[in-house]
């Protein structure tokens, strides 16, 4: 059999099963759809996900299939084309396992929620978006998903409508969207105008691309991927049920805006501009979410802020010109930052909703799976040799090391990469070691399948993923294998550092005295300034900028130029040039009087 063919036909069996639940109920009347059967559906699109996988594996054939054309103007169509790549035919049995863990999960985190199928019908309409999303070969259709990716986040961040602060976090993450997606609309005005194509293979430019289109990708990816300037909508997302923050941030939406660079990379691999911006915005992004969550409480924020931390590596990897690493990433993250939520997730739930890390402690005996896989997820995303992050997260930093860059981005990278150990083993030290601090009657259980399956499946996923990954598809471009000790060990060596400035931290807290509070450790805690400088002061310098228009130039133009002093002004100017003719004299009147009979007898002749 042709395997070009039977990749197309697995592929597009893998998608299909996944409508199932979607298509049936409008089909069958007494179809009746629930979490079970939506569960089950990912499984089974997951074992047949492995069959696309090991037929591109085996033969290493790459398709594009075109399934219709839409010609909605004479010389421009738009062919609904799909593309079964490397990166797409990877990513497919990861996020459906990554999704499927998830799920099960929520049957038992969600259990006394009245919409419980509503929620998973999102959820997996959520995925199908992020499906479409990579798996397109058109920017049309690679549109489609994105903003469907963007409109399910909108709906499950706010899931809790009766809550304020999750109504705010979801206008939060549809507004920052929408300002990344006025990027992407310009970047395809640009290639239909200019290509005259939307194909993903045609938009190769023959020369240099320009850097205003590229500027435009990079402003979409800087919105969907929480990058610095866009991010404050991630860390906000939180509000959310965990079920979504672990599906958004590990296989969904976060990832799709470096998805996008990856796909349209041959475009920024000949601009050196857009690369560097790439690069010197990753590090700022990695640097900043780093320094944020070093003060952070909330478990779920610090994991948030990790995230956003590691998709700032992932666009350094882009600024390198390295797209196959970035993806890399992607995928060993996946794993890791599902199974920290998920873990987070359990702990929120047997704690009765507490999310305060000052407030736990001590849990490695009553929740001894939880804590485990939490400790598992925590020393991935720290890069400890030989779990799934390492594999990815070293690569980037050796490359970053060997590369004729600025020294500015790996410094920040480095101390980022230091900052990341620091919070992980703070919060691994607060949730789990020590003295209990939780309330003294808080009934603990995790004997329950639907919670340790997901997270065994997952931290097994978290310890082999990348060795898995780096072995049957070993990157395009490797490092140079004559670098120095010291730079090889680079990573390892902040990570050593950062490890031994979190085992620091809790002496700090042994003082009788608190510290003053100062701008310095302010910094941290407040997010940088940032949500009161854009939220607050900008808000509030566009409304007193908008009264003052509407007071000092509107009203008096309307009033006194158009308005009802304009016309008496008009009419005392009009009396005025009138009034000279009116001198009382006779001889005035008999000449008006004599011009206008003349005027008239001309007029009729």
């Not at 930093?397 to 992980?424: P, V």
């Not at 607060?430 to 639907?450: H, S």
């Not at 031994?500 to 510290?515: C, D, G, K, S, Y």
Request: proline residues 6%; hydrophobic residues 50%; glycine residues 6%.
């Amino acid at each position: 059999m042709n395997p070009a063919l039977l990749l197309n036909s697995l592929t597009l069996l893998t998608l299909m099963t996944l409508t199932i639940p979607i298509i049936m109920p409008f089909l069958i009347k007494n179809f009746k759809n629930t979490p079970l059967i939506i569960t089950r559906t990912v499984k089974t699109a997951f074992l047949i996900s492995l069959a696309p996988m090991t037929t591109f594996l085996y033969y290493g054939v790459e398709s594009v299939t075109c399934h219709w054309n839409w010609k909605f103007i004479m010389n421009f169509k738009i062919p609904l084309s799909l593309k079964m790549d490397q990166y797409s035919m990877t990513f497919l049995p990861i996020a459906l396992f990554v999704t499927w863990s998830i799920l099960q999960f929520a049957m038992w985190y969600m259990a006394s929620e009245p919409y419980m199928t509503k929620f998973f019908t999102y959820l997996l309409t959520f995925l199908i978006a992020m499906l479409l999303l990579t798996t397109a070969n058109n920017m049309f259709l690679l549109f489609v998903g994105w903003e469907g990716v963007g409109i399910m986040s909108f709906l499950l961040i706010g899931w809790w409508q009766g809550r304020a602060d999750a109504n705010t976090a979801a206008l939060q993450a549809v507004i920052y969207n929408r300002i990344g997606d006025i990027g992407l609309i310009l970047s395809m005005a640009w290639l239909a105008s200019t290509l005259n194509t939307w194909e993903i293979q045609q938009t190769i430019y023959p020369h240099q691309t320009p850097t205003l289109p590229l500027l435009g990708l990079i402003l979409a990816a800087a919105g969907k991927s929480a990058q610095f300037g866009l991010h404050p909508w991630l860390p906000a997302a939180m509000e959310g049920p965990t079920p979504v923050s672990a599906l958004l941030h590990s296989s969904t939406m976060v990832v799709a805006g470096i998805f996008l660079l990856i796909r349209m990379h041959p475009m920024l691999a000949t601009n050196q501009t857009a690369l560097t911006i790439c690069l010197c915005l990753g590090a700022l992004s990695t640097l900043f979410a780093a320094t944020c969550a070093l003060t952070q409480n909330d478990i779920k924020k610090i994991i948030a802020f990790s995230t956003s931390s590691q998709l700032g590596l992932m666009m350094v990897s882009i600024g390198l010109n390295l797209p196959q690493l970035a993806f890399l990433h992607i995928s060993t993250h996946a794993f890791f930052k599902a199974m920290l939520f998920l873990c987070s997730g359990s702990i929120i739930h047997n704690l009765n909703g507490e999310q305060d890390i000052r407030k736990m402690g001590g849990l490695q005996k009553t929740l001894p799976v939880t804590t485990s896989c939490l400790t598992i997820g925590n020393l991935a995303l720290m890069g400890t040799p030989f779990l799934a992050g390492f594999y990815s997260k070293d690569l980037i930093i050796e490359n970053l090391n060997t590369s004729y860059l600025n020294s500015w981005a790996l410094m920040l990278t480095l101390l980022a990469t230091a900052f990341t150990a620091t919070y992980s083993v703070r919060m691994t030290l607060l949730v789990q070691a020590g003295q209990t601090r939780t309330a003294p009657m808080t009934p603990m259980n995790e004997n329950n399948p639907l919670i340790t399956g997901p997270l065994t499946r997952l931290a097994l996923g978290s310890i082999t993923v990348g060795m898995l990954i780096t072995s049957f598809i070993p990157p395009a471009k490797t490092p140079p294998m004559t670098m120095p000790i010291i730079t090889k060990t680079a990573a390892i060596m902040v990570t050593i550092l950062g490890i031994a400035l979190a085992l620091e931290l809790p002496n700090m807290t042994h003082a009788l005295t608190h510290p003053k509070p100062n701008s310095l450790m302010n910094f941290s805690s407040l997010l940088g300034y940032f949500n009161p400088l854009v939220h607050r002061l900008c808000s509030k310098t566009l409304l007193d900028k908008g009264q003052k228009i509407a007071l000092h130039l509107i009203d008096p133009l309307w009033l006194k130029m158009v308005g009802p002093e304009g016309l008496a002004s008009l009419q005392v100017a009009t009396s005025k040039a009138i009034t000279p003719m009116h001198t009382g004299l006779i001889k005035s009147y008999l000449g008006s009087f004599a011009l206008s009979i003349l005027v008239m007898i001309l007029a009729t002749h």
